[in-house]
T-cell receptor, first 113, second 109 residues
Framework: DTGVSQDPRHKITKRGQNVTFRCDPISEHNRLYWYRQTLGQGPEFLTYFQNEAQLEKSRLLSDRFSAERPKGSFSTLEIQRTEQGDSAMYLC???????????FGSGTRLTVV | RKEVEQDPGPFNVPEGATVAFNCTYSNSASQSFFWYRQDCRKEPKLLMSVYSSGNEDGRFTAQLNRASQYISLLIRDSKLSDSATYLCVVKGNTGKLIFGQGTTLQVKP
């Protein structure tokens, strides 16, 4: 499979628990992005990496959120002390550098109960 | 004000109709423009890039007006399979994509 893969596809967690999501981008893509999407809205930018460097973080990314891409390949997004408002689809995308669109993974749907 | 604004619809049209979606963006430094399609509970997928000269891909035509900061998508001869949400997207000089809210299209038999 040469697309962007995300794991898990679905996650149900209790409020206050920590969760971690993984994204494996297309191997030749050096840019990796995380977005969050809630019902009826377009995807909202969270953060992005070029290789292992985190180049931009949205104000949406509170202190409870952290993302890493330690070797410039896969990335993880961790949410600590989850809240019900964190329930959303978390999308990962990758792209080569330049004027291109992204390829998205299938997303991780998080439900906080 | 949102950076990318779209009419959320829904647009309900019969098969065979022509439908147009519009979008405006606020950042004049935006460099690249796209339309993405998103099916229910699926990830967004690139439909087409948008160029100043206008571009066409089969039944789909995209236009960009940089002076007015306006992007459009025209779908001719609508098919049932065109039913989806269409996301207007701009890429700024920082490299990230900014998405509009999306416009929902429902094509009916």
């Amino acid at each position: 499979d040469t697309g962007v893969s995300q794991d898990p596809r679905h996650k149900i967690t209790k409020r206050g628990q920590n969760v971690t999501f993984r994204c494996d981008p297309i191997s030749e893509h050096n840019r990796l992005y995380w977005y969050r999407q809630t019902l009826g809205q377009g995807p909202e930018f969270l953060t992005y990496f070029q290789n292992e460097a985190q180049l931009e973080k949205s104000r949406l990314l509170s202190d409870r959120f952290s993302a890493e891409r330690p070797k410039g390949s896969f990335s993880t997004l961790e949410i600590q002390r989850t809240e019900q408002g964190d329930s959303a689809m978390y999308l990962c995308a990758s792209s080569p550098a330049g004027e291109y669109g992204y390829t998205f993974g299938s997303g991780t749907r998080l439900t906080v109960v | 004000r949102k950076e990318v604004e779209q009419d959320p619809g829904p647009f309900n049209v019969p098969e065979g109709a022509t439908v147009a979606f519009n979008c405006t963006y606020s950042n004049s430094a935006s460099q690249s423009f796209f339309w993405y399609r998103q099916d229910c509970r699926k990830e967004p997928k690139l439909l087409m890039s948008v160029y100043s000269s206008g571009n066409e891909d089969g039944r789909f035509t995209a236009q960009l007006n940089r002076a007015s900061q306006y992007i459009s998508l025209l779908i001719r001869d609508s098919k049932l399979s065109d039913s989806a949400t269409y996301l207007c997207v701009v890429k700024g000089n920082t490299g990230k994509l900014i998405f509009g809210q999306g416009t929902t299209l429902q094509v009916k038999p």
